[in-house]
């Protein structure tokens, strides 16, 4: 059993589509980490949330971290084929993260 | 700064052979760590490093040793590979074990065992 639910698990999206992705647990965390994963390399941190409600914001991508601190999504505006891969979610009930399997998006141009 | 660096990129073993995957990070992180990717799985820890001479078991230690002898460099060591062992493996550092702390991966050794 996974300790956080992402979905959707495939997103094949056009180019300039909006988006937005989900991280659902029924834990609550200390944290929450969003990855971004490009094949055949390794993940690469985009952002820490560790404020219920906290919104933090890069560039196009729009991350929000739930007020009960068990959840959170994903939002990309205007999506670019550069936006291509796997996210990955991660959570932290103490100091140690746990991975969801992550929501593999194409933007196809 | 090459960050972390896994090698080698690509092995393909028979059951029950050895081997040692290697990680180096020159970010003068304590903290390392081995994960293994599998489809629908997720990344899941192995075994992780809390500071030089240290290791500790993760979610899925079982078939795997590891040993921590340099601050920069972190052994993963397959006694017996099994086909379950079949993966994409990453490392990762990072400098304090918080949970305000991001990880840095590898680009992963992806194992095949046959």
């Not at chain 1, 991350?63 to 996210?87: C, E, M, N, V, W």
């Not at chain 1, 103490?94 to 196809?108: A, R």
């Not at chain 2, 590891?66 to 990762?92: D, H, I, M, W």
């Amino acid at each position: 059993t996974q300790l956080l639910e992402q979905s959707p698990q495939f997103l094949s999206i056009q180019e300039g589509e909006n988006l937005t992705v989900y991280c659902n647990s029924s834990s609550v965390f200390s944290s929450l980490q969003w990855y971004r994963q490009e094949p055949g390399e390794g993940p690469v941190l985009l952002v820490t949330v560790v404020t219920g409600g906290e919104v933090k914001k890069l560039k196009r991508l729009t991350f929000q971290f739930g007020d009960a601190r068990k959840d959170s999504s994903l939002h990309i505006t205007a999506a670019q084929p550069g936006d291509t891969g796997l996210y990955l979610c991660a959570g932290a009930p103490g100091n140690q993260f746990y991975f969801g399997t992550g929501t593999s998006l194409t933007v196809i141009p | 700064n090459a960050g972390v660096t896994q090698t080698p990129k690509f092995r393909v073993l028979k059951t029950g052979q050895s081997m040692t995957l290697l990680c180096a990070q020159d970010m003068n992180h304590e903290y390392m760590y081995w994960y293994r990717q599998d489809p629908g799985m997720g990344l899941r820890l192995i075994h992780y490093s809390v500071g030089e001479g240290t290791t500790a078991k993760g979610e899925v230690p079982d078939g795997y040793n590891v040993s921590r002898l340099k601050k920069q460099n972190f052994l993963l060591g397959l006694e017996s590979a099994a086909p379950s062992q079949t993966s994409v493996y990453f490392c990762a550092s990072r400098a304090e074990e918080g949970f305000r702390y991001g990880y840095t991966f590898g680009s992963g050794t992806r194992l095949t065992v046959v």
